[in-house]
């Protein structure tokens, strides 16, 4: 019988849904809108409504755990959503419990950043290495470090807030209401903000075409740069200069073997590479330079197939 985990990605936007293989292979698949606003009940009728369509996908198969990825804070040890701000109403949720409860099944909840983290080192981009730090540049920037073979957790899971560096004392006002935050930065929402601002409706620019004259965004600019747009390819190359003094921090504090990207922005490593590896070499010490930096392998779905190792690969 082939063993297999029940693997939940809950977001603030969207909640999916899987059925993975000890390989890593997701099996079935659903995804619905989540009713963030709409408190903790809504939500977890809803991982039970979902659970009920994935499994019926496939209806031989049996999972021997679920593995749940949401928005910290969280604890992962007591298995608590603690107050994440994407989703109303959550405080103190004790989610792993509930729906342990629920499904007659052992229940792993992780930070989401973290177990995509866990995604690309046991099946993705980072499989093979001792150390990996994995950063995910999209909405915000987030990510996990994997240390000596173990994700870093710190106290109560909270350890590696990889967005909310602070590296410069400029810039706009991050959501946490720090300025200079790695995210604010260097985000794709930061990316799309300097372009929308560089443009204006209407200009006849490639950027406002893509964006339909709206605001633009930061996978506009990669479309952008991509048709070999001037305008896109210098922000792309200010964008990957922010990038790499974030990363030349993280290669500082963990000295990982190996540094992946992923989220949005990483459909432009091709383009963010050179300029990005440049600032890298001007900035890190010398014994940190040869780190590779490489873009993630298992794209959105690394999230589920990480909570289900939890499950799977509790062992190790």
Not at 67 to 73: R, S
Not at 170 to 193: K, Y
Request: proline letters at 5%.
């Amino acid at each position: 019988m082939k063993k297999v985990a029940l693997a939940f990605d809950l977001g603030g936007t969207e909640l999916r849904a899987a059925l993975v293989s000890d390989k890593g292979n997701l099996l079935s698949f659903s995804v619905v809108p989540t009713h963030a606003a709409e408190g903790p009940a809504a939500v977890i009728q809803q991982i039970e409504l979902l659970a009920g369509a994935v499994l019926a996908q496939t209806p031989d198969l049996s999972p021997v755990g679920i593995g749940i990825g949401a928005p910290g804070p969280l604890d992962p040890e007591a298995g608590i959503v603690i107050a994440p701000p994407t989703l109303a109403g959550w405080y103190e949720v004790p989610l792993a419990d509930i729906l342990s409860s629920r499904f007659q099944l052992p229940v792993r909840l992780e930070n989401d950043a973290n177990a995509a983290a866990l995604g690309e080192w046991r099946y993705g981009a980072g499989r093979g290495a001792r150390s990996m730090v994995f950063v995910t540049v999209s909405t915000g920037i987030g990510g996990g470090v994997i240390v000596d073979g173990r994700i870093l957790h710190g106290r109560r899971g909270l350890a590696a807030e990889i967005g909310h560096m602070t590296i410069t004392n400029e810039g706009e006002r991050c959501f946490c209401g720090a300025i200079g935050c790695f995210e604010a930065v260097a985000s794709g929402t930061a990316l799309g903000r300097r372009a929308t601002a560089r443009t204006r409706q209407f200009d006849g620019s490639q950027l406002r075409q893509l964006s339909g004259d709206a605001d633009v965004t930061g996978r506009h600019v990669v479309e952008a740069a991509r048709k070999g747009d001037a305008q896109a390819l210098e922000l792309l190359h200010g964008e990957a200069r922010w990038l790499g003094i974030g990363f030349t921090n993280l290669l500082h504090l963990y000295s990982p073997d190996i540094l992946v990207m992923g989220g949005g922005i990483s459909h432009g490593f091709d383009l963010l590479q050179e300029a990005m590896t440049a600032t890298i070499r001007d900035r890190a010490m010398p014994a940190y330079r040869d780190v590779p930096i490489v873009p993630a392998q298992l794209g959105g779905h690394a999230g589920l197939i990480g909570a289900a190792s939890l499950v799977l690969r509790s062992n190790e």
